[in-house]
């Protein structure tokens, strides 16, 4: 009789339906916040709006539910589970459905591509180092672009005040600036003609100030050119001036 119950156990493990189901039974259920790497990938080199996206961030909530982010507007979608770790998400897009599949607790490849026509799909990753566990997607933009300390040298000077750019949004070292925002979606990526990197600077007076910039190889300088003001009835279109910053972390 136990040769019996072994044999079938054997031939039930090898049948391709029931390793399928087992696999399946094993997969880890989407929890988190996951931010889009792929976005990320080329940073400084390049702005995330750069290459195709859907979104930037995935927040998955109670209820077979999803919160995406795409830096200008937020909005849930439902999911639905289907076999070897893969979701659906019926009608996400006027092109029809999406997936994603759940790699690891860390893991999502998100599967937009009917959206962003990229032949690969998107790598969601969630970090679970502390430090980084509840990061914004800006704050990941602001650590990879602006983070760190620099100098500022006027006509090839160095000046001996440190300028510092924390990930969180704020600075130090700058007066009267005191926060900074770098822009990566909406808007603000076509304020000025040619089209260009942009950063705005807060005052300690709450007023902001737009500049445009440029970083070098190896993110070990940075510069910061002014803005013309805005064309009345016209958006964007505001002209690139001359050189205000020179940054450099030696």
Known sequence: MKLC????????????GCRSEQ??????????????????SRCPLDMPADAPYYSFELQFLPGDSMLLDNGFEKWILQFSKEKDCRYRIGDATRYGDMYFVVESDSTIVFWDTAWTKRAK?????????????????????????????YFVYQDGQRMERPVIFLYN??????RPYIGYEVCYAG???????????TVTFITDRGTKETFTFTINDGRQGIKLYSVGPPIPDIKGSRAIGPLVYELSVR
């Open 187 to 197: 808007d603000c990526l076509e304020e000025t003609d040619p089209p260009s990197n």
């Open 121 to 149: 799909p998107t790598l969601f990753l969630n970090t679970a180092d502390p430090v980084y566990k509840n990061w914004r997607f800006e704050q990941h933009v602001n650590h990879c672009f602006f983070a760190g300390q």
């Open 169 to 174: 949004g704020q600075m130090n070292g700058l």
């Open 5 to 16: 119950l072994l044999c079938l156990l054997s031939v039930w493990l090898l049948l391709p």
């Open 23 to 40: 696999q399946t039974t094993n997969c880890l259920s989407p929890s988190g916040k996951y931010t889009n790497k792929t976005a990320l």
